[in-house]
């Protein structure tokens, strides 16, 4: 309760010595025919007892009797707090305020605001002293001086009983209303003239302790929050300190409260006490949180719909879909194109593709590469750039720092990082149904064999196919294992899809491309799909023109054979057996015909191979190792590799942009571009794995 402004400290209240002046109010004159000395009699027929210096009464008809307060509410029909508030109002209460003499200068009196924090009988234990925003402190605590008032000396609150504010209304409201404890004694004030049951404590925000919370035993109590930080933490120390102690707590942040605004601040811009007692019983009967529970009486009246799919029978429609595949296998090319083909409603190799808005975000390419493949694949699906247009969004992340989509704390909890919400605000604006991110190592930065990280990551990705009605496909790349994934096996158990793109197993033709489903929970898992890098766009054989087939079909076959060649050479210079190009017994095309490794290869394709290997400088004739006379040994070894020899007959490594040999480690990963004459002219063949760059020394290969 606020003190008065007389000038003089607070006493203790006599309620006792109240009764006459109570009872004279209440009641009017007394019955002198039936009163006897301090024992007055009211009424006709005196059944209403008082008596003035007990400070009792007794109402004989209605069998109650009590004290002043107990009067007060029995005439008044109202609880104990308003039986405080009509002593207030009568001017029986006694209000105070500490004197000019002891409050802390230099601060100007008129200024400040005392509240008295009283016990259960309404005596004086302590003051708080509001000073302002600009005094420092803004709030001093005031203790007994032991002569009857209160100071602000050091060590006054020493052994003084803290109190939550307005104890005494308090404890005399009816159990059954609801208590708010405010962050100050000014909203706990607002709130009392409004005629609702409110309390705080001393010390500020946070500072409400547990033998605060003894008063509100058995209560049902809302934690009022300020619109700021600390009404956050402040509210989280109630709710703290009730647990165990009310029977039902909330907390409630009141609509519309401005930046650090209170209750004080929503009452005075419109809201009202019942509005506010209709938030609070809102709040406290929230409905408790479970999970979602399917309403089978409901999906019985339904008929059920078969899985859609994004691209039909590949990627199913409002999930999660995980694209792995060696590196230099085109996946970035299959992502933008999958993405295109949605935007332009066509095909995607001859799939049906759900038409719609779509978003491509690579971390992997910048602009200037994504604007050339895009232009060639929108010539490939037969449309334009302008065709593409509002429909196709494209989001480059090369060179940005910080694109991960989560972090991890030192428990192992995701917490979703500012790339997650600019993510999701990208979908929204550019109102994309197919996401297409290249790829999960620049997106995601946990522990790859921490499988529940690793399924927290998914998990949050689902979010957005849940929240937004998206489907993504998320682009990884295999582990060094050569598995279809990287890291621990959470990878295909959080997800329900998973494709994989590889080079057919033959390797014959290093243009072609297999597309296989590596987890299917919604379709057949033995469907693939043939397709084949065509000046950079990815292409049916069936799409070409005839002419374009049968060159692609003829570059195919004279790679293929050209790996036999160099296959049969390496294993020749593995068993230190020369081979020549000269016309004799160790002619290569004669010898490898009858190897194993040659797969039935003839001696006149290997003699064309050979021409082929000489001409685009991948063979030569050189001294190869010295025999057991020391005598240097001749003959055919493939440029650039490592034991084959070289000319000065030291070993030392010969290295080239373009070299290799046909083993599995070192086999190309695209075919080269051959010489005018040897049927090269169709428009160029697949990039190397990083997509156009040539590869120098010991430079590593970049995935795609």
């Not at 025919?33 to 006709?44: C, D, H, N």
């Not at 029909?77 to 305020?97: I, P, V």
């Not at 329900?496 to 491309?513: N, Y």
């Amino acid at each position: 309760m606020m003190a008065g402004s007389n000038g003089t400290a607070a006493q203790p209240i006599d309620l006792a010595a109240l009764m006459p002046k109570v009872a004279h109010r209440l009641l009017g004159e007394p019955n002198g025919r039936l009163s006897r000395g301090s024992r007055l009699r009211f009424g006709s027929k005196g059944s209403m007892e008082i008596d003035i210096e007990g400070g009792w009464f007794a109402d004989h008809e209605a069998d109650v009797r009590g004290g002043v307060l107990d009067l007060i509410r029995h005439r008044e029909h109202c609880d104990k707090a308003g039986a405080f508030r009509w002593l207030e109002a009568q001017g029986l209460k006694q209000e105070s305020r500490p004197t000019q003499s002891q409050r802390r200068a230099p601060v100007v009196s008129a200024g400040n605001t005392f509240y008295d924090y009283c016990d259960e009988d309404g005596a004086t234990l302590f003051r708080v002293e509001r000073r302002g925003k600009d005094a420092v402190p803004p709030f001093l605590q005031h203790g007994p001086d032991g002569r009857g008032g209160f100071h602000t000396a050091r060590g006054c609150m020493q052994g003084v009983r803290r109190v939550a504010y307005r104890l005494p209304e308090l404890a005399a409201a009816d159990p059954n209303e609801i208590v708010f404890v405010c962050e100050g004694e000014k909203d706990a004030d607002r709130l009392t003239s409004a005629g609702l049951v409110a309390t705080t404590n001393p010390g500020g925000a946070g500072k409400f302790t547990a033998d605060l919370a003894a008063p509100l035993q058995g209560r049902r109590v809302i934690a009022l929050q300020d619109n700021d930080e600390a009404g956050a933490k402040h509210v989280a120390a109630v709710l703290a300190a009730l647990n165990g102690v009310a029977a039902e707590t909330a907390s409630l942040l009141l609509p519309g409260l401005p930046p650090k605004g209170d209750v004080s601040d929503w009452l005075a811009n419109g809201g009202s006490a019942f509005d506010l007692k209709a938030l609070a019983e809102k709040a406290l009967h929230k409905p408790i949180d479970t999970f979602p529970i399917a309403d089978l009486t409901a999906w019985a009246q339904l008929e059920p719909e078969p899985k859609r799919f994004a691209m039909t029978g590949v990627i199913p429609e409002g999930e999660v879909t995980l694209f792995t595949g060696p590196g230099g296998t085109n996946k970035s090319t299959f992502g933008l194109q999958l993405c295109a083909c949605s935007a332009a409603a066509r095909p995607m190799l001859g799939v049906d593709v759900q038409a719609g808005p779509a978003l491509y975000v690579t971390a992997e390419d910048e602009d200037r590469e994504n604007h050339w493949r895009l232009r060639k694949i929108a010539s490939a699906i037969g449309t334009t750039l302008n065709g593409l247009a509002g429909k196709l969004s494209v989001v480059s992340l090369r060179g940005r720092l910080n694109n991960e989509l989560a972090t991890f704390d030192a428990e192992g909890r995701l917490r979703p990082a500012p790339a997650f919400a600019l993510l999701r605000e990208t979908i929204k604006a550019a109102a994309a149904k197919l996401i297409v991110l290249d790829n999960v190592g620049h997106l995601y930065i946990g522990n790859e064999n921490d499988r529940g990280q690793v399924t927290a990551f998914v998990n949050l990705l689902y979010q957005l196919c849940r929240e937004l009605g998206v489907t993504i496909v998320l682009i990884a790349h295999p582990n060094k294992a050569g598995d279809s994934y990287s890291g621990s096996t959470a990878w295909l158990n959080a997800v329900r899809s998973q494709i994989v793109l590889a080079r057919p197993e033959d390797g014959m033709d290093h243009d072609a491309r297999v597309l296989t489903l590596g987890k299917a929970n919604y379709a057949r898992p033995d469907q693939q799909l043939a397709f084949r890098w065509h000046d950079f766009a990815l292409v049916r054989d069936e799409d070409l023109t005839p002419d374009r087939r049968a060159e692609v079909a003829a570059i195919a076959r004279d790679n293929g054979d050209d790996a036999v060649f160099l296959r049969c050479l390496a294993e020749r210079t593995r068993q230190r057996r020369n081979v020549s190009e000269r016309s004799g017994r160790n002619l290569a095309p004669v010898v490898f015909a009858k190897m194993p490794e040659a797969k039935g290869l003839g001696k006149e394709r290997l003699e064309r191979s050979m021409d082929r290997l000489f001409r685009t400088g991948r063979i030569e004739r050189a001294e190869l190792w010295r025999g057991d006379d020391r005598k240097p040994v001749f003959g055919l070894r493939e440029i650039g590799v490592k034991g084959a020899g070289n000319a000065a007959g030291n070993g030392a490594e010969t290295r080239c942009a373009y070299a290799g040999n046909a083993t599995a480690e070192t086999q190309e990963t695209h075919t080269p571009l051959l010489r005018k004459g040897t049927g090269a002219a169709f428009q160029g063949s697949a990039p190397a794995p990083d997509d156009g760059e040539i590869v120098w020394e010991s430079q590593e290969i970049g995935d795609e």
